[in-house]
């Protein structure tokens, strides 16, 4: 079979399984191998029908082994980094936006989950940083609008950023958040 058709064929797979009555436990479960190849695949559209799987709680309890969380972290680290440098426009890969705006919802969770060790939310603050520093103006514009400012109304998490006001290379990007979230 061809990568193309493969890609196809796995979409619709990920695709019915997200269309699928998700009556409880009734429900089929989703091989894990299965999971991980879909995350594994350089279609963007795939991975993000795979990202919206894993997102929906009902869906992700069906995993089976269950999906550790290091693998999911990666997946979705590399999945945005992906929709914020190609802004694409289908049906479940985020737009560039889109994706920045679910940076917020992801980063929150994380931040409010007591069971996350700390070293993950400042890997994370990291990479948001590397991503900013390492990207052009329409990018680094998303983050700012769609990502940092919505994280910055929240007093704990712009004085968790608060180093950046000091740096050089992120001075700007914070001062900017931080005008809009006051």
């Known amino acids: 079979m061809s990568d193309q058709r493969k890609q196809t064929t796995d979409l619709q797979e990920v695709e019915a399984l997200l269309q699928s009555d998700m009556t409880g436990l009734a429900s089929p479960p989703i091989p894990l191998r299965a999971v991980e190849a879909w995350m ?3 279609d963007l559209e795939l991975t993000g029908a ?5 997102s929906d709680h009902r869906q992700y309890r069906r995993i089976v082994p269950p999906l550790e969380f290091q ?3 990666r997946f ?3 999945y945005y980094e992906r ?3 190609e802004d694409p426009r289908g049906k479940w890969a985020h737009s560039r936006y889109s994706a920045g705006w679910d940076i917020v919802r992801w980063f929150t969770g994380l931040w409010d989950n007591p069971s996350i060790q700390r070293d993950v939310i400042v890997d994370l603050k990291s990479w948001l940083a590397r ?12 983050l700012v609008t769609a990502t940092l400012e919505h994280l910055f109304e929240r007093p704990d998490l712009r004085q968790f950023f608060s180093d ?6 992120l ?3 914070f001062r900017q958040a931080a005008e809009w979230s006051e």
């Not at 795979?50 to 894993?54: M, N, T």
């Not at 950046?164 to 290379?169: E, F, G, N, Q, R």
Request: with cysteine; glycine share 2%; hydrophobic share 45%.
């Open 164 to 169: 950046w006001k000091t740096d050089s290379a």
């Open 50 to 54: 795979v990202a919206e799987l894993i």
């Open 40 to 42: 594994a695949s350089e």
């Open 71 to 73: 693998v999911y972290h």
């Open 83 to 85: 929709c914020l440098r």
């Open 131 to 142: 991503l900013y520093v390492g990207s052009d103006d329409s990018i680094r514009t998303c």
């Open 76 to 78: 979705f680290l590399k």
């Open 171 to 173: 001075a700007v990007a």
